[in-house]
C-alpha cells in the first residue's frame, strides 16, 4: 500500500507543476510569468483556473488551464472541474502529472485537429 503524504507536501506537488506550467507558457508567447504578470500561478484555495492568463498572454495562449498532479487519476471529474472554470474565448486545458512521470496534456480531441489543422509545420 503507498504511502500517504502530507496535505503541505501535495499542495506543493500541484504549485510547483503549476509553475512549470506557467514557465512553459512563457516560453512559447515570450511573455514573462510571475504574480504581477500576465501569467501567474492561482493561489491555493482561489476560485478560478489554476494558471492566469491575461491581456496579450490570454490572445497569444488561448487556454483556460487545470492543473492536477497526483497518484490517482480522477480525468472525468477533472474535465469537469477544467470545463466548469473555462474562461469565455478559451478552450479548456488539463495537465496532469504522477511522480516520476512527464505532465500529459488533455484538451478536447475535436478541438486538437482543429489547431493540428491550422498549424504551420
Keep these: 500500500m503507498g504511502r500517504k503524504i502530507s496535505v503541505q507536501s501535495a499542495k506543493a506537488k500541484g504549485r510547483s507543476l503549476q ?3 506557467c514557465k512553459q507558457i512563457s516560453a512559447v508567447t515570450g511573455l514573462p510569468w510571475g504574480p504581477d504578470e500576465c501569467i501567474a500561478s492561482r493561489e491555493a484555495s482561489q476560485n478560478g483556473t489554476d494558471v492566469r492568463l491575461v491581456g496579450p498572454a490570454k490572445e497569444l495562449f488561448p487556454f ?15 474535465i469537469k472541474q477544467a470545463k466548469t472554470n473555462q474562461m469565455p474565448d478559451t478552450d479548456w486545458l488539463l495537465v496532469v502529472k504522477r511522480s516520476r512521470m512527464n505532465p500529459i496534456v488533455v484538451l478536447d480531441a475535436q478541438r486538437f485537429f482543429e489547431l493540428v489543422e491550422n498549424a504551420r509545420f
Design 64 to 78: 483556460s488551464v487545470e492543473c492536477k498532479w497526483q497518484e490517482t487519476w480522477s480525468i472525468p471529474a477533472w
Design 19 to 21: 509553475q512549470w506550467v
